[in-house]
């Protein structure tokens, strides 16, 4: 069965910091990996989606990194700002599976 | 561009009562997925419907009925509610049942069982 963890569970940085938020996951083999954001009180918005034959995704100030034999990845944020206050969550596909979630890290950037 | 819509959006509830979640999609997606969110515990999948007439038990099915109305609509239906089924709900919606899709959330139904 398939498990994901997610390493903080809770980080503070002062805004304009480089920022990685880890994501781990036990079963290899997987066919993609996708990274949300969860403002609070709100739903899940989609911020990335890996193919397991990619080796990264880029979008605006995020880079999302995926190495399968490792069964990690990282999504890492430049230059933070406040406005990327939020909890962070990756989600593992399998083949024919659904998505499994992790627990999630919260973000908080400090003005 | 409207994704995926959910009503209602709060809710509370007696115990032993009954209501029914509403989820529709307008992206003509084939695949269609209930979940909760519980503090501590992520999300975790009650059902899922991989194409229209299909339905089938996710992670956490206990106490959830559901159906896949058409290819637009997938509703979770609480027959008698319990406290433990105080939750946010999320629905969610992808192209296909294959990990090869990503998914699309919509906002979520906060629901209180008193």
């Known amino acids: 069965k398939q498990e994901v963890t997610q390493i903080p569970a809770a980080l503070s940085v002062p805004e304009g910091e480089n920022l990685v938020l880890n994501c781990s996951f036990t079963?290899?083999?997987?066919?993609?990996l996708q990274w949300f954001r969860q403002d609070p009180g709100k739903g899940l918005t989609s911020l990335l989606l890996?193919?397991?034959?990619?080796r990264e995704q880029t979008s605006g100030r995020l880079n999302a990194s995926l190495d399968k034999s490792s069964g990690r990845s990282t999504l890492y944020i430049a230059a933070s700002q406040p406005g990327d206050s939020a909890t962070y969550l990756c989600?593992?596909?399998?083949?024919?599976?659904?998505?499994?979630f992790g627990p999630g890290t919260r973000l908080s950037v400090l003005p | 561009n409207a994704g995926v819509t959910q009503t209602p959006k709060f809710q509370v509830l007696k115990t032993g009562q009954s209501m029914t979640l509403q989820c529709a999609q307008d992206?003509?997606?084939?695949?269609m997925y209930w979940y909760r969110q519980d503090p501590g515990m992520g999300l975790r999948l009650i059902y899922y419907?991989?194409?229209?007439?299909?339905?089938d038990k996710g992670e956490v099915p206990n106490g959830y009925n559901v159906s896949r109305l058409n290819k637009r609509e997938f509703s979770l239906r609480l027959e008698s509610a319990a406290p433990s089924q105080t939750s946010v709900y999320f629905c969610a919606s992808s192209e296909g049942r294959s990990a090869a899709y990503g998914y699309t959330f919509g906002s979520g139904t906060r629901l209180t069982v008193v």
């Open positions: 890996i193919q397991s034959s990619q």
């Open positions: 989600a593992v596909g399998g083949y024919g599976q659904n998505f499994v």
């Open positions: 419907s991989a194409s229209e007439g299909t339905t």
């Open positions: 992206m003509n997606h084939n695949s």
């Open positions: 079963d290899s083999a997987i066919y993609n």
